[in-house]
Structure formats: C-alpha cells, structure tokens
Nanobody, 121 residues
C-alpha cells in the first residue's frame, strides 16, 4: 500500500530555514503528482507547492521565492526547502500524492501523517 512519511519539521526563529522530506513507498515514484500542504490551528488546510509528474512546479503566491519543492526519484523522496521563514508559516505540513485535481485538497488519495513547523518571532 502507498505510504508517505514526512520528517524535517522543527522549531526555528523568524528568518530561519528548514528542509522537509517525504519518503514515499507503494507506488512508482515520479508517476504521481505530489504536493506539500499545511494546516495551521483553527485554519483550513491549504496547498503550498505542487510537483507534477511531468516536472511542472507551482507554488502558492505567499511562498514564491522562499520555498523550493523538489524530488529525488532515486530516493523516492519529495522535499520542501523553506527559507526566510515567518511566524505565519507555523503549521503542520503534509505531503500528499495522486490528486484528481492538483490544487483541490479533497481529491488527493494519499496523505502522510504530517510534520510540525513552528516559527517564532
């Protein structure tokens, strides 16, 4: 079965950096669209960045220029490099795979358990 396991979260000060990893198993990595999502307390889950199977990449506007999504097919791993972090980036970050529609969250078939990112001012 498909499994997605995130890691790399933690606590950093404003302006700091973190790199999240999502190790995938149970499918041929690179054949599914995959993405990073986040959910802050009391808020809805939102998309952060999408890496499509054809290599196309898109970001939500607020992270453009600061976050970079990438993947390593040899390691079955999706990454999210986050630089210049802000307190408003504090959230649980999830990776997900195999959407019907790439930015429509309920259409994703597979989700990881999440990794917490906390940014202090």
């Amino acid at each position: 079965q498909v499994q997605l396991v995130e890691s790399g979260g933690g606590s950093v000060q404003s302006g700091g950096s973190l790199k999240l990893s999502c190790v995938a198993s149970g499918f041929t990595f690179g054949t599914y669209n995959m993405g990073w999502f986040r959910q802050a307390p009391g808020k809805e889950r939102e998309g952060v960045a999408i890496f499509e199977s054809d290599g196309d990449i898109t970001y939500r506007d607020s992270v453009k220029g600061r976050f970079t999504i990438s993947q390593d097919n040899a390691k079955n791993t999706l990454y999210l490099q986050m630089n210049s972090l802000k307190p408003e980036n504090t959230a649980m970050y999830y990776c997900a795979a195999d959407p019907l529609v790439r930015w429509i969250i309920p259409t994703y078939n597979y989700w990881g358990q999440g990794t917490q990112v906390t940014v202090s001012s």
